[in-house]
């Protein structure tokens, strides 16, 4: 298992309408949809940054984890998400070097990609998500 980019940096705002100007009008960046995930409770807004993009997360629900995670830390960065080839591979690597994924499947994030997450307390940290798909 081997990544060769980050797919993303995943961004908790309060309100994705409020914080567009600063992302399309100040820094230049083309917005590529903005995605309701309901069961997830959160609606997602994708800009192209270079190679990569920036994912804004906004709470639909207040029972949802971006909501709990707004109202502990705020906004700000919610985790980093690399680009894999295969999923299920990285899910049984990161379990045999002692990484634990917040499930043992995959599931299906913003644009229909399989994603994975990492918990932070094994990556030093960081909350990391792997993608597999393209968006």
Same mark, same amino acid.
Not at 33 to 54: N, P, Q
């Given at each position: 298992m081997r990544t060769d980019r980050v /797919?993303?940096?995943?961004?908790? +705002? =309060? %309100?994705?309408?409020?914080? $567009? /100007? #600063?992302? =399309? %009008? #100040? &820094?230049? $960046?083309? &917005?590529?949809?903005?995605?309701? $995930? %309901?069961?997830?409770? &959160?609606? +997602?807004? #994708? &800009?192209? +940054?270079g190679d990569t993009r920036i994912e804004l997360l906004e709470p639909i629900r207040s029972d949802s984890e971006i909501s709990r995670f707004l109202e502990k830390r705020g906004e700000g960065i919610h985790h980093i998400a690399y680009h894999v080839d295969n999923i299920a591979e990285a899910i049984e690597k990161a379990i045999s070097m002692g990484f634990q994924p917040l499930s043992k499947e995959p599931s299906i994030g913003a644009g229909g990609v399989k994603i994975v997450f990492l918990h932070p307390k094994t990556t030093g940290g960081v909350l990391v998500e792997l993608v597999e798909g393209k968006h």
């Amino acid at each position: 298992m081997r990544t060769d980019r980050v /797919d993303h940096i995943g961004i908790v +705002v =309060r %309100s994705i309408e409020e914080k $567009l /100007d #600063f992302y =399309r %009008s #100040f &820094l230049g $960046l083309e &917005l590529h949809g903005i995605e309701e $995930l %309901s069961e997830r409770g &959160l609606k +997602v807004a #994708f &800009l192209k +940054v270079g190679d990569t993009r920036i994912e804004l997360l906004e709470p639909i629900r207040s029972d949802s984890e971006i909501s709990r995670f707004l109202e502990k830390r705020g906004e700000g960065i919610h985790h980093i998400a690399y680009h894999v080839d295969n999923i299920a591979e990285a899910i049984e690597k990161a379990i045999s070097m002692g990484f634990q994924p917040l499930s043992k499947e995959p599931s299906i994030g913003a644009g229909g990609v399989k994603i994975v997450f990492l918990h932070p307390k094994t990556t030093g940290g960081v909350l990391v998500e792997l993608v597999e798909g393209k968006h």
